[in-house]
């Protein structure tokens, strides 16, 4: 099994940006599809982004387009999450998720290998 590993989480005032990092044990991510969901206390996972690395197809979920993007670096080891414009209903735990590659797909059922999840908190 695949170890995901986000970073870049943490506290930031409404309007503010943080940018999230995921990497999967050094692997080369241009076979699979990479996706972040997002879970807030007491609610469901939600879809917010997905891409393929490969080509770069990428789509998001209603509530953060326009203001999220995801993205590779050049060797396609890692996948990044920018968040501008944050809002307090972003706040939650930011989880990274990995599947082979395919149809894009917010559903979190399926992806099989998930992050530990990095805290992201919005607030005044």
């Known amino acids: 099994q695949l170890q995901l590993v986000e970073s870049g989480g943490g506290s930031v005032q409404p309007g503010g940006s943080l940018r999230l990092s995921c990497s999967a044990s050094g692997l080369t991510l241009n076979y699979f599809l990479v996706a972040w969901f997002r879970q807030a206390p007491g609610k469901g996972r939600e879809g917010v982004a997905c891409?393929?690395?490969?080509?770069?197809?990428?789509t998001y979920g209603d509530s953060v387009q326009g203001r999220f993007t995801v993205s590779t670096d050049n060797a396609l080891r890692t996948v990044y999450l920018q968040m501008n414009n944050l809002k307090p209903e972003d706040t939650g735990v930011y989880y990274c998720?990995?599947?082979?590659?395919?149809?894009?797909?917010?559903?979190?059922?399926?992806?099989?290998?998930w992050g530990q999840g990095t805290q992201v908190t919005v607030s005044s």
């Open positions: 891409i393929t690395p490969f080509d770069g197809r990428d």
């Open positions: 998720a990995l599947r082979g590659s395919g149809t894009i797909t917010l559903k979190s059922e399926d992806y099989y290998d």
